[in-house]
């Protein structure tokens, strides 16, 4: 599903934001989205994401069909499919999955559901 | 009837031998027609205004990357204030001399004599344009990365504290960059591609992202448009609605 090798950026991704890029604002995107800076704002994709270990989200919302975290982010996570949560991974805030995997060392501090039933709450709530 | 635009620095005697070989090509391969030399008084824009009057077949321009970008503008320019035109014309271009002449190479037309026998193939490519502000261009849009502030699409904007360079990419020619990611060109879309260096491992690194428009500003750098003009920002960047139909060699890079 994600690229295995420890570069984090692939070169699969539509939309890459690379170190030393601050980004403010809705960020939106209709393929695999990879970010390895940082991002104000709010995050929307129809496909993958990909946090890198370096990347740092402040985000009212961050939502996404798979994902995979590895950085820092403040604010709710809604993925409608697989949500891969690293040992590097810091994680403030409610996060609704459809499955989880969580590696140890990871930080999370918030409410955590899983399941199919989780992600439809949450679309329900938010609208 | 064919139209073939010389521009000015072709009127040099050291040019006059290459013109001379280029005008029996044409005529052998039953292209000739009417040869317009620019001079310093005249306007490439009126010449154009008056030769696209008439049903001509083909606009050719001789010379540059100069001379390419200016007609573009100018046949755009002249549509747009006459709606009644058509923009089917094809544009055909012979690049004579080495100087501020790279475009050619990516459009799959070889230098002088070489270019007549793609005219006469005449291989009509249509090819999405850019904008910046009221200027059009085909290829890239380069300008250094530190200092420079992007939004996109009207949606998020971008900061970058980085030394590097900032491509707005059509048709890539000089992004080192679009090469490594796997460019890839998608319709009404254009790609930003950011290559910084990363502190650590001082290996570059590139953000990549598709727009529909952007608006841009580096108060310390200008932009460079095609490899040939640079403009001050700020500057607004979309897609232009219209395109230009160009005659194109088979190694063009497209």
């Known amino acids: 599903m994600f690229d295995k090798s420890k570069d984090l950026i692939t070169k699969d991704s539509e939309t890459i934001i690379g170190h030393s890029i601050k980004v ?104 | 009837m064919h139209v073939y635009i010389y521009d000015l620095y072709l009127n040099q005697k050291k040019y006059n031998n290459i013109l001379s070989k280029i005008e029996t090509r044409i005529t052998d391969l039953g292209l000739n027609g009417k040869i317009i030399r620019l001079t310093e008084t005249s306007s490439l824009f009126s010449i154009i205004e008056n030769e696209t009057k008439k049903n001509i077949k083909t606009l050719t321009v001789v010379g540059n990357n100069n001379i390419l970008n200016n007609t573009i503008n100018s046949i755009l320019k002249i549509y747009s204030n006459k709606q009644t035109l058509s923009t089917n014309m094809p544009i055909g271009f012979i690049p004579i001399g080495k100087e501020n002449n790279n475009l050619s190479a990516h459009l799959g037309i070889d230098f002088d004599i070489k270019a007549c026998d793609i005219l006469a193939s005449r291989r009509v490519e249509k090819i999405d344009l850019g904008k910046i502000n009221n200027l059009y261009f085909l290829f890239e849009a380069k300008i250094e990365a530190l200092g420079t502030f992007i939004e996109v699409d009207n949606l998020y904007s971008l900061e970058i504290n980085t030394k590097g360079s900032v491509d707005i990419i059509n048709l890539p020619i000089t992004s080192q960059s679009s090469k490594d990611m796997n460019y890839s060109k998608d319709a009404g879309f254009f790609e930003l591609l950011i290559s910084t260096k990363k502190n650590s491992l001082n290996k570059n690194s590139v953000s990549k992202i598709k727009f529909q428009c952007l608006k841009l500003h580096n108060p310390n750098h200008q932009l460079l448009v095609d490899n040939s003009l640079k403009i001050s920002t700020p500057v607004n960047i979309e897609v232009a609605k219209e395109k230009i139909y160009l005659i194109v060699g088979k190694k063009r890079t497209f």
């Open chain 1, 24 to 127: 403010k604002g809705d960020f939106q995107g209709q393929g695999n989205i990879t970010i390895e800076g940082e991002l104000e704002g709010s995050i929307l994709t129809n496909n993958n994401l990909l946090v890198g270990d370096k990347a740092r989200i402040k985000a009212s919302s961050v939502q996404a069909k798979d994902a995979k975290i590895s950085g820092t982010i403040i604010g709710n996570l809604i993925i409608k499919g697989y949500l891969e949560i690293t040992k590097t991974a810091k994680i403030t805030g409610d996060i609704a999955a459809a499955q989880i995997s969580i590696e140890k060392g990871a930080s999370i501090n918030g409410n955590c559901s899983s399941g199919a039933q989780s992600t439809l709450q949450n679309d329900q709530i938010n609208k």
